[in-house]
């Protein structure tokens, strides 16, 4: 049984996924169990849902479409419990869906417009999380999972890889998808880690060090930084100044973060 058609809208960001061969290979990936804590983030007509649903017996959905609410539970009507909250996903609280730590799936099929905050969003409540497949943009996949010196490297590879280990599971073609994109998409798995994986850094001072430095990216970190750092902090770090912020790793830019704010400490 196909979803219920249901005319995608521009402003959502609307592209909903159809390719049955497609809908199997990502919900294998995601690999769904019976009792797991899931909650999908934009499931439009239910392409996903219906299958996961099926295997899990009991989901929840966050859509702020209300036109296609109906649909969706009419499409999944029999296939198991299944609770929608309408809602923006960016205004929602996720932790309150979590009992204890490590135990909620989350899964979606993202538009562009608002997949960089809705992770850092979801990064909020990621000690609650115990792992996310999302579709996204092809191109914030290879941002969420690059390496340092790559032309993809920058604020969320940082930040998304301080928080989780990203996978690039497979590309999607824009001929799945009612509408076709105009790029290809893929698949990302983010497994959170441990709080003791994480080193213990000011994240907001982290977050501000790294987005000042990536603003200028084709400057030296002596001109992008100048605000932030002096010579002779450069020179404790064991920093090249004349350095671009692209070749310099997460465990660097935490260590000048460290630093900054241990330094503001003393003050």
Known sequence: MKPIHHQAKKRFGQNFLH?????????NTINPKAGDNMIEIG???GALTQPILKRVGAM?????DREVIPKLKMFCLGDGELDVIESDALKVDFSQFAQSPNSLRVIGNLPYNIS?????HLFDSIDLIKDMHFMLQKEVVMRLTASTGTKEYGRLSIM???FTRAELMFIVKPGAFNPPPKVDSAIVKLTPKAKSERPNVDLKLLN??????????RKTLRNSLKSILTSDDFASLDIDPQARAETLSPEQFIAIAQWVGQNETRK
Do not use: C, H
């Not at 501000?208 to 200028?216: D, N, Q």
């Open 43 to 45: 499931p439009g007509p």
């Open 19 to 27: 390719d049955p061969t497609v809908i199997s290979r990502i919900v």
């Open 160 to 162: 998304a890889q301080y």
């Open 60 to 64: 929840k959905v966050v859509e702020l």
């Open 208 to 217: 501000k060090i790294v987005t000042t430095a990536f603003s200028l990216r």
């Open 116 to 120: 960089t905050p809705l992770m850092f």
